[in-house]
Structure formats: structure tokens, C-alpha cells
């Protein structure tokens, strides 16, 4: 059984420009969420996708979206960077679309994005 | 909207001593978590907190959790050095669809030789 995985690890990008981040989840989980945290902050909530549909979703512009594929694996995108963009992206996957004592969440390593 | 505060934010301390680290939310939550984060490194789970009075120890820390207060607090005994990392909790409230956790600011805990 393999973790949750995201990459790339590092990535740098500028300004306006695109960027997809990716994220394999824990074998067998079918819902992935993504937080956005910026430096000295604590993470935020993005959105959630669960059996390939979006499931939620926080305070992020349309610029940020999100796919999930039939293997559950996922990717984040966001459109035209801007400088506030620069942050650790984590994705978290676990079974089912509620969290519950059953089915926990875990978080992957994260990509660091650095927009200049 | 749960809103999650932590306090202090920032926190020195010195080795063998002992402190507190508090957590209020302002609507009811499902659970509560802490987890501990190392400088550009992801989450590491510490405790999950499910009910009222739900006590949960690990080595040198201790986590507790108030529902009627809406408070948990992590508890450092005798603190050494490999503790020094930034440590949030969170609240998990199950939303209508899916569910989420809201994350406090985080406490940077330094340990002083």
C-alpha cells in the first residue's frame, strides 16, 4: 500500500502564467482534497473531489480547478499566477466523501509553487 | 463559517520545561486534530479528538478536548529540542457535501537548549 503522492516537488512559475500540480492518492481512497498554505499560515481549504466530481469547494476564485480521474488521482490547476499564489500546495485523500473515524484523511508531501 | 484560533503563535521555550498550547472554534465541530509540521515539510497527524473529554498522549505531549468550551489545548511536558516544529490543530466539520477541515494559524514552538 503506497501514500499519498504529489508532484512535482519544487516548481517555479511567473506571473500569468499556468500550472498544473498532481496528486496520487493512498491506494483505495476515492476522494482527494487540496489546501493551499501560504508561508506562515496554517492550510486552506480548496476543494474536494470525490468519484471524479467536484464535492466541495472553499473561498478560491474560478482560476483555481481541479480534476479527478477514474484511478482517483488528481490535479490541480490554476490560471493566470499571480504573486499570492506562491504557497505549499497538499492534497489529502481518504475513502468515501465524509471524513469519519473509519476513514481517516492523510496528506501527501505537498509542492512547494513559487510565482515571481 | 468555523473559524479556528490558536494562541500563542509563536512560543520559546527551554528544555525540561512545561507549557500549554490552546485552540478555540467558533461552531460545533465533528472532531478535532493536531498535527506537528517541520520547515517545508507536509502535515505529520499527532491526535485525533473525538468526544468531550477526550484525552490523548504521545511521549511528551498531551492533547485534550472541551466541546462545551469549544476548546482543545496540546500540552508540552519537559520539552527538548526535537519538538521545535510548528504545530496547528484543526476542526473537521462535515459539510453538505464532503466534509473539510479548517485549520488554525499554528503555533511555532522554538525549544531553547
Known amino acids: 500500500e503506497t501514500g499519498v503522492t504529489q508532484s512535482p516537488t519544487h516548481l517555479i512559475k511567473t506571473r500569468g502564467q499556468q500550472v498544473t500540480l498532481r496528486c496520487s492518492s493512498q491506494?483505495?481512497?476515492?476522494?482527494v482534497s487540496w489546501y493551499q498554505q501560504a508561508l506562515g499560515q496554517g492550510p486552506q481549504f480548496i476543494f474536494q473531489?470525490?468519484?471524479?466530481?467536484?464535492?466541495g469547494r472553499g473561498n478560491f476564485p474560478p482560476r483555481f480547478s481541479g480534476l479527478q480521474f477514474p484511478n482517483y488521482s488528481s490535479e490541480l490547476n490554476v490560471n493566470a499566477l499571480e504573486l499570492d499564489d506562491s504557497a505549499l500546495y497538499l492534497c489529502?485523500?481518504?475513502?468515501?466523501?465524509?471524513?469519519?473515524?473509519?476513514?481517516?484523511?492523510?496528506f501527501g508531501p505537498g509542492t512547494r509553487l513559487t510565482v515571481l | 463559517e468555523l473559524k479556528v484560533e490558536q494562541n500563542p503563535l509563536f512560543l520559546s521555550m527551554q528544555e525540561g520545561k512545561n507549557y500549554t498550547i490552546y485552540c478555540n472554534y467558533s461552531?460545533?465541530?465533528?472532531?478535532l486534530y493536531w498535527y506537528r509540521q517541520d520547515p517545508g515539510k507536509s502535515l505529520e497527524s499527532l491526535f485525533v479528538?473525538?468526544?468531550?473529554?477526550a484525552v490523548k498522549q504521545e511521549g511528551r505531549l498531551m492533547a485534550s478536548l472541551d466541546t462545551k468550551a469549544r476548546l482543545s489545548t496540546l500540552h508540552i511536558t519537559a520539552a527538548v529540542h526535537d519538538l521545535s516544529a510548528t504545530y496547528f490543530c484543526?476542526?473537521?466539520?462535515?459539510?453538505?457535501?464532503?466534509?473539510?477541515?479548517?485549520f488554525g494559524e499554528g503555533t511555532q514552538l522554538t525549544v531553547n537548549p
Open positions: 473531489y470525490y468519484r471524479e466530481e467536484e464535492n
Open positions: 484543526a476542526a473537521l466539520r462535515p459539510e453538505t457535501s464532503g466534509s473539510r477541515l479548517t
Open positions: 461552531t460545533t465541530s465533528d472532531r
Open positions: 489529502a485523500s481518504h475513502l468515501g466523501g465524509v471524513i469519519t473515524i473509519y476513514n481517516e484523511q492523510f
Open positions: 491506494s483505495g481512497h476515492n476522494t
Open positions: 479528538l473525538l468526544s468531550n473529554g
